[in-house]
Nanobody
Framework: QVQLEESGGGLVQVGGSLRLSCAAS????????AAWFRQAPGKEREFVAA???????????EHADSVKGRFTISRDNAKNTVDLQMNNLQPEDTAVYYC?????????????????????WGQGTQVTVSS
């Protein structure tokens, strides 16, 4: 089992920045992919960013409300943490942000964007962007 705990959420104005952190404990976390998802009220939980175990391969949401270029995912395997740096925040970024971890290393890019591929989840941290 892997336990995940998010921190760093809060209220920020449009254009501001926040850094979310996810601390892992329990079973080895370092060898597997990790990701951030978010869920706004009345919407499904959606992919934000993912990183493979090494941290050198990263993937970002590329829909109309893309975070690419604004958000950066990173991990420190020595500290068992995965962070999400969020810059130039917009009202549409308002959501509960969840950290997730998988237990397989052979997922392709499409799988890494699929919330059903992640077995372990944190409780979430609220991010609110005010205009």
């Amino acid at each position: 089992q892997v336990q995940l705990e998010e921190s760093g959420g809060g209220l920020v104005q449009v254009g501001g920045s926040l850094r979310l952190s996810c601390a892992a404990s329990g079973r080895t976390f370092n060898n597997y992919p990790a990701a951030w998802f978010r869920q706004a009220p009345g919407k499904e939980r959606e992919f934000v960013a993912a990183t493979r175990w090494s941290g050198t391969s990263t993937y970002y949401r590329e829909h109309a409300d893309s975070v690419k270029g604004r958000f950066t995912i990173s991990r420190d395997n020595a500290k068992n943490t995965v962070d999400l740096q969020m810059n130039n925040l917009q009202p549409e970024d308002t959501a509960v942000y969840y950290c997730a971890a998988a237990s397989r290393n052979d997922y392709g890019m499409r799988d890494l964007r699929n919330r059903e591929k992640y077995e372990y989840w944190g409780q979430g941290t609220q991010v609110t962007v005010s205009s």
